[in-house]
C-alpha cells in the first residue's frame, strides 16, 4: 500500500453510507418541500436530540424499539442513552413534557436522521432520514383522515405521483379474539396463519381440543377476505358479526376511509384489517403510502398513544413518518442547475446576475491558461467568456 492509498478509508459498516453529490441536495430540498407543506397546514417543527437518557427513549411507545437501539453510557451523567432509532417516540417526549401546557390538538413536524441496530430483508439501511408530523391530543375520524391526506399532499409537492394508500387496523384481531375469549395459545397460533394470509391455517389455529370446534373462524377468515380495494373491504368488514369493539374499530375505519374519499376521490385506497407487523404500537387506524410503480412504502403512520401509560401520562395522537430513501428513488431527479465557470478578476457582486438566470457560479481560485479546459474539468457545462456564458 503507498502512503496515499487510502481507500480503506471509505469502507463503512453495513447498513451505513455517504450520501454523495446530487442525492445529498436532493434528499435535502425534498425535506424541505415537506416540512413546507406541513407548516401550511399549521405544523410548527420541533428539533430533539440524536440521543437522549434511555428511560425517556424507550418509554411509552418507544418500548417496542428497544431491540433496535444502540445504547451507550453518557460520561457525563453516567447514565445509560440511546440513540434515537426513530423519530416519533422523541416528538411525543416533548408533546407531552416541554408543551404539555399547549392547547390541543398540537400539530408537531420534524426532520431528521434515525440509525438502527440492523436493516431488514427489504430495507438493509441502518440509518436513513425521516420526515413527518404528530397530531397530538384528540381522538377522531378527522384526525386520522388529515394524517393520510397530509403525507399524500407532502410526497406529491416532493414529485412523487400515482400514490395508493393502504389502511390497516393493528388493534382489530386483539379486539374480536378478545370478545371471543380466545385463549393466549390459540391468538398466538391465529397470528402466525392471518400474517401468512392463510384460510386454512386460520382454521387450524381455532380448532378446539374437543369437538373440533371452529370457534370464530368465520369471523377471522372474513377479515382475511376483506383486504383489497377500500370500498370492497369496507362493505365485508361492516357485514360481518363482529364483537362490540372490533364493530367499533371497523366503523371508525369505514369513517376514515369516507373523509378520504371525500377530500381526495381519485386516490387509490386499499384495507388489509388483519396487517399487524411493523405496526406494534399503533393503537388504532394506520396506514402506509406506497408508489403504484415499484410498490416501495415511501411512508407509514396511524394512531397511538403518545406519553408515558406507566406513569400515567398519555394522550391519544396520529401521525406518520415519511422515508426519504425511499421517497428519493421514486421521484424524478431535479434538472440539474447549470454550472458556470468564472475566471478571476470577476468581481464577487457580479456572481449575483448569473445565479439570478439559474446558474451555479463556480469561481476561479487559481489562475487558468485554458478557461475551457478548467471549466470542463470542473464539471461545469459553460464558462463565462467575454461577458457571455458560453457552453462547453
Not at 58 to 82: C, E, K
Not at 96 to 125: C, F, M, Q, W
Not at 164 to 184: E, F, I, M
Not at 322 to 327: E, G, K, L, N, S
Request: aromatic share 6%; with cysteine.
Amino acid at each position: 500500500m503507498t502512503s496515499n492509498d487510502n481507500d480503506h478509508r471509505g469502507l463503512l459498516p453495513a447498513g451505513l453510507a455517504d450520501l454523495l453529490p446530487p442525492d445529498a441536495a436532493r434528499e435535502a430540498r425534498a425535506i424541505d418541500l415537506a416540512i413546507e407543506r406541513f407548516a401550511a397546514f399549521g405544523y410548527e417543527r420541533v428539533k430533539p436530540p440524536l440521543v437522549e437518557f434511555e428511560e425517556s427513549l424507550l418509554g411509552g411507545p418507544g418500548a417496542a424499539l428497544g431491540p433496535q437501539t444502540f445504547r451507550l453510557m453518557d460520561p457525563v451523567s453516567q447514565r445509560m442513552m440511546g440513540v434515537r432509532p426513530d423519530m416519533t417516540v422523541q416528538v411525543a417526549r416533548i408533546a407531552v413534557t416541554r408543551l404539555k401546557h399547549e392547547p390541543r390538538p398540537l400539530r408537531l413536524s420534524y426532520g431528521g436522521n434515525v440509525i438502527r441496530v440492523r436493516g431488514s430483508a427489504l430495507k438493509p439501511e441502518r440509518q436513513f432520514a425521516q420526515v413527518g408530523t404528530e397530531l397530538i391530543g384528540v381522538d377522531t375520524a378527522e384526525a386520522d383522515a388529515e394524517a393520510v391526506l397530509l403525507a399524500v399532499d407532502a410526497l406529491r409537492a416532493i414529485g412523487v405521483a400515482d400514490l395508493t394508500v393502504d389502511l390497516n387496523l393493528p388493534t382489530l384481531v386483539a379486539a374480536v379474539a378478545a370478545g371471543l375469549k380466545l385463549p393466549a395459545d390459540p391468538l398466538r397460533r391465529l397470528r402466525r396463519a392471518l400474517d401468512r394470509k392463510d384460510e386454512a391455517a386460520v382454521a387450524k389455529a381455532l380448532d378446539e381440543k374437543k369437538g373440533g370446534e371452529k370457534k370464530g373462524t368465520d369471523l377471522f377468515v372474513g377479515l382475511l377476505r376483506a383486504a383489497g380495494p377500500a370500498e370492497r373491504g369496507i362493505a365485508q368488514l361492516t357485514g360481518l358479526k363482529l364483537p362490540a369493539a372490533g364493530a367499533a374499530e371497523a366503523a371508525r375505519l369505514a369513517e376514515v376511509v369516507k373523509l378520504v374519499h371525500a377530500a381526495d376521490p381519485d386516490l387509490p385506497l386499499t384495507v388489509d384489517p388483519v396487517e399487524y407487523r411493523g405496526l406494534e404500537y399503533q393503537t388504532g387506524v394506520s396506514f402506509s403510502v406506497f408508489a403504484l410503480k415499484g410498490r416501495q412504502e415511501l411512508a407509514r403512520g396511524g394512531r397511538y398513544s403518545a406519553g408515558y401509560p406507566e406513569d400515567g401520562v398519555s394522550e391519544p395522537a396520529t401521525g406518520f413518518t415519511v422515508y426519504m430513501d425511499a421517497v428519493l428513488a421514486a421521484s424524478d431527479p431535479a434538472p440539474v442547475r447549470p454550472r458556470l465557470y468564472v475566471p478571476l478578476g470577476i468581481a464577487w457582486r457580479d456572481a449575483q446576475p448569473w445565479q439570478a438566470k439559474g446558474y451555479a457560479v463556480v469561481r476561479a481560485v487559481v489562475a487558468a491558461k485554458e478557461p475551457r479546459a478548467e471549466a470542463k474539468r470542473l464539471n461545469c457545462s459553460h464558462a463565462l467568456i467575454d461577458g457571455d456564458a458560453v457552453p462547453l
